[in-house]
């Protein structure tokens, strides 16, 4: 098994913390660890996808070697990708679509890009979960993508902290 960097360093600090004399209990309280495991599929990744990431999305397919011959969206909606890469398309690329499938995945405290961006779009809170089960929905954004196809909304802080 490989571990990153980043777990080392963690488990160094638990073990210092712990031959200091400190109880498991609080050793476990003092340093959570997240482990980014498990396969995510491209079309679940990509149901998050609104286009307003200024092409981070196809710069993170391209990465991984997804094919995505229109440009836009992968060709294999039902390609299984780790975890770990779908967390470095949000972070090195910005693709907020990742960053929203690991929110809900892992259940990150990390603000929805899609939220943000449909209240962009709308001027209205809440439409998440509506926007995945309603098509009229999903034509109203298409109605209005044309106009934000040049906008880039960038990733809060909050949502890199999270993914960290």
Known sequence: MRFSRRQLFTAAGVTALASAGMSTRAVAAVAPVRTWSGEISVGDWERYYLGLDGGAHQQALGALGIAHR????????????????????????????????????????????????????????????????????????????????????????AVRKALA
Request: charged share 30%; hydrophobic share 40%.
């Open 70 to 157: 229109d440009g836009v969206r992968a060709d294999e909606q039902y390609l299984m990708v780790p975890a770990e890469s779908v967390r470095r398309a949000a972070l090195e690329f910005g693709d907020h679509a990742a960053a929203d499938v690991l929110r809900d995945r892992f259940g990150l405290d990390a603000p929805s890009m899609l939220g943000r961006g449909l209240k962009l779009v709308f001027g209205r809170d809440g439409l998440e979960k509506r926007y995945f089960d309603d098509p009229a929905l999903q034509l109203r954004y298409i109605g209005h993508q044309r106009r934000y196809a040049n906008y880039v909304m960038p990733m809060p802080s």
